[in-house]
């Protein structure tokens, strides 16, 4: 995955004036003007900075991220900085070969070796699109997974081209191709709310893929409130309406278990210079053992004790 901004296939300019991108609300269109955007009746105005529209109220943006402590914004913040100085870094010669020494190190780390199953799905859903269809990420950012997707989030974090609330998604009835969802439904306290919203915007036959933690700890981007098995999962998107072309474990028991560990020693052990040796070893240990799961995510009970599971759904 790479933070550095990539161009939309679909300019979020190009969403507003052919009206797929519209008032969350009302579900009027939407008119530029200058650094705002507005219906026709003026009822509702939105700002327009930098390009991206920012259709969530300030106040509720505020509370969003107020949550948990306000993990997320410093998180999502960290995250974006720490890949622009790397980027920097290349630029000195001298630097190189640490910064490529790093970024292999992180990548080894991110790794999940996640299921071939959610690896086909990704693509069915969203890379076999055209590249004029809007493919949404919902709770997209700030990586921007892949081009064809319009990241939208709930505050104008790095790679976020749209701000808006999963709960009132600001598209039009049947105006998207493809739905994109991952590691966003535990931050959710309504998830069926959202999953009706991303019913409602994509057009007959369009394409949704989810995934979503089953086994992993508590994190707060900006809260968490549930997890998922693969069945409840599964029925999650079957009570909005979907039909299920493919479910499963994504990420596998190996990456669940080293997760867990590594997460216990450092909640739990007290003693500071115990702790370091313990967490180095966990972490060491994972990264030796996770490849384990390219094996393991064959089986068809590997979503037993799977650390995400996903969702390959399409609109009726």
Not at 228 to 250: K, N, Q, W, Y
Not at 294 to 300: F, L, Y
């Amino acid at each position: 995955m790479c933070l550095e901004e990539r161009q939309l296939l679909v300019p979020v300019e190009v969403q507003i004036t052919s009206g797929r991108l519209v008032c969350p609300l009302s579900h009027q269109s939407l008119l530029i003007d200058g650094e705002a955007l507005r219906t026709p009746d003026g009822a509702h105005v939105y700002p327009y900075r930098d390009g991206v529209p920012i259709l969530l109220p300030e106040a509720q943006m505020e509370n969003y991220l107020a949550e948990e402590s306000g993990k997320m914004a410093r998180e999502y913040a960290r995250e974006y900085a720490a890949a622009d100085a790397a980027v920097s870094d290349r630029r000195a010669f001298l630097t190189r070969p640490l910064v490529a020494l790093r970024r292999r190190a992180r990548y080894l780390a991110a790794e999940d070796y996640r299921s071939a199953a959610c690896r086909t799905a990704f693509e069915a859903a969203i890379g076999a699109q055209p590249e004029e269809a809007l493919c949404v990420a919902v709770g997209g950012g700030p990586t921007h997974l892949h081009p064809k997707l319009v990241n939208l989030n709930i505050a104008p974090f790095a790679n976020v081209h749209v701000v808006g609330d999963a709960y009132q998604l600001p598209y039009a009835n049947d105006a998207v191709d493809a739905v994109h969802c991952e590691a966003v439904l535990e931050h959710l306290e309504l998830p069926d709310v959202a999953v009706a919203e991303m019913f409602r915007v994509l057009r007959p036959g369009g394409q949704l893929y989810a995934a979503t933690p089953f086994l992993q700890p508590f994190h707060a981007y900006p809260n968490h409130f549930q997890n998922f098995t693969e069945v409840g999962h599964r029925r999650l998107f079957e009570r909005a309406g979907f039909a299920i072309v493919d479910s499963g474990g994504c990420v596998g028991p190996t990456y669940a278990v080293s997760a867990l560990v590594y997460r216990y020693i450092v909640n739990y052990v007290r003693v500071p210079l115990l702790r370091e040796l313990l967490a180095g070893a966990a972490g060491a240990g994972a990264l030796l053992l996770r490849p384990l799961d390219r094996r393991i995510n064959r089986r068809e009970d590997a979503h037993q004790v799977a650390s995400t599971v996903f969702t390959h759904a399409v609109k009726r």
